[in-house]
């Protein structure tokens, strides 16, 4: 059999520093030369089964301190190098696997360095948000990854683009689609017949990592069959917008100013979803319909054949000068409460709603997959919120699969409660009944005895007392 070897060089010389021996003397009390325990000490000869035994049997060491015992701070120091801050300095793990053995101690400061770091870019965010609610902009801005540039620039002005939603209106004339029938037909027969595009649907084996891929050449666009109707419907949509009226998407694309190429792409991306659901839910006839429906975005989803998130997107775009909607907003979520889209028809209200108050209900949606929760919230200065959340299909997974779940909120002030199936359902328990007190979020907010609350107060000094213990976790003065 094999003798298992361990590398673990950095790990030998701090034990014998720590007991004051000379590399000799080591070397005799092990009974190898101390040629070789220098060798063994830079990593160029490995430690055997039997030199382990030996090492443990001779100065009591934990065999864990010889097999790795720095995992958990390697894989801190690559979540420390993946900051886009960061990233490009260590040219890969082996670098960060040297700097865990050789020095854990340092590799230790400089990860305690970078958890102060974060938390400072945390408190100057929140602080900005702070400045920027009473009318005062700062230049704080923390480190960012490209889509969140993308997404911090389109959250930041209204989802509407009128030169698109032009187009789209005009392409959907010309094709003709029967809203009973569906876009589906006609896209795919204008793709054949104007572009020589045909559609397939590819088994998981053929098509494992992608939801879609046009091949240029041979003029097929392939979509995974992971994929619902409603979304296979997009991407044929998305595929033919950008066939049809792609330069001016890409005029309004070049509006824009981002920092990289990366970030610009996203940008463009974003811009070609926008394009096709303005082409399968049409602005004009869209609007019309969600005002006679009163916004019930199960029956916009079904009769514009889409899915739930689709219609609940497109409400957020209703803002054509002359011909607005009601000023939706909309954020999704997954499980674990990571936030990935917002998006408003006069931009997310970051300054009035925040979206960050565990309270809201897009996190009890979870625990009633594909039910509607209805709920009027009311901020602490009194301004009040119509809200409703559910959950989100997503993929379809095989049985082996844990997909990540997400759930959407859409949320309008309450002056427009009267417009929507869902503020006339509520009736007029806006008062104090059936009213949810919210924040912006937990280090925002100054709310007392929150049972919900997941960080102190960043305006608030601590109140911890001997004598009292508060509802909270995290008291305050």
Known sequence: ???????????????????????????????????????????????????????????????????????????????????????????????????????????????????????????????????????????????????????????????????IDTAAEAFHEELGIDPGEGASGPLKAWLAREREVTVRVLPLNRMPIYRRRFDRHSRRLFLSERLSHADRLREIALQAAMLKFGDVIDREWRTFTFSTDEAGRLARFELLRYAAHALVMPYKLFRAAAESEAYDIDVLAARFQVSFEQAANRMTTLQRQGAPGVPFFMQEIDNAGNHFRRAGARGFPTQRFGGECPKLPVHAAFSQPGHIIVEVAAMPDGSQFLLVARTLEGLQTGFAERPRRTAILIGCDIAFKGETVYGRQLGSETGQAGVTPIGQACRLCERQACLSRAEPPLTRPSGFDDMVTGLSAFDFQ
């Open 1 to 163: 059999m094999a003798e298992s070897k361990i590398f673990a060089g950095p790990r030998i010389r701090r034990i014998r520093h720590g007991l004051s021996l000379t590399q000799t003397a080591m070397a005799e009390e092990l009974g190898i030369s101390p040629s070789y325990l220098n060798l063994i000490e830079r990593n160029q000869r490995p430690l055997t089964v039997q030199l382990v035994l030996k090492l443990s049997q001779t100065y009591d060491i934990d065999l864990g301190d010889l097999r790795g015992g720095e995992d958990e701070t390697l894989s801190e120091l690559k979540t420390l190098f993946s900051d886009p801050l960061l990233s490009g300095e260590i040219a890969g793990d082996q670098e960060l696997g040297e700097i865990a053995d050789a020095a854990p101690n340092a590799a230790k400061a400089i990860l305690k360095l970078y958890r102060a770091y974060r938390e400072q870019q945390s408190r100057l965010t929140d602080l900005s948000n702070l400045l920027a609610k009473d009318g005062r902009t700062t230049s704080l801005a923390g480190t960012r990854l490209p889509i969140n540039e993308v997404h911090e620039t389109f959250e930041g002005r209204p989802n509407f683009f009128a030169a």
